[in-house]
């Protein structure tokens, strides 16, 4: 890719990366016009000072349009959803996975030589001590405070 159609990539994902923006975007894909109230519920959670942000933003990239019945799509805004049109497949075949992956058990079955219980030595008698298997009783603790 060339050094402007990166800048303007850039520029399209600064603008869509925007908190809710594509959500507005997403409201408005039927085609029909929304009131702002109504483009507020459909998006749900927004506040109104970031909707009416968010509808500023998009207004001035020429992406939304204001009319008499509402917000809707500008042609520009139209083909953008075209072309993000793939996301609603992909994210239907996404969460598949992700269901099927929380579903499969996350680590194989243990064996039954990895899941035997490890038992430590039994502890000697002091008359087994002399004992040339078994090994020499531990050290004491030696002082190195002085």
């Known amino acids: 890719m060339s050094t402007k159609e990166n800048a303007a990539v850039s520029q399209l994902l600064a603008l869509l990366e925007a908190r809710y923006a594509l959500r507005v975007l997403w409201a408005l894909r039927d085609g029909h016009a929304q009131t702002f109230r109504l483009l507020q519920d459909s998006v749900g959670g927004i506040t109104p000072n970031t909707l009416n942000t968010r509808i500023k933003e998009l207004r001035e990239a020429g992406i939304v349009s204001h009319g008499s019945d509402g917000y809707c799509l500008t042609l520009s805004g139209q083909d953008l959803l075209k072309r993000l049109s793939d ?42 001590s002399s004992s040339p298997s078994s090994p020499p009783p531990p050290a004491p603790p030696v002082d190195t405070a002085s």
């Open 87 to 128: 996301l609603q497949a992909f994210a239907g075949k996404w969460q598949l996975g992700q269901l099927k992956k929380a579903a499969a058990p996350a680590a194989p079955p243990a064996t039954a030589a990895s899941a035997a219980p490890v038992t430590p030595p039994a502890p000697s008698s002091p008359s087994s």
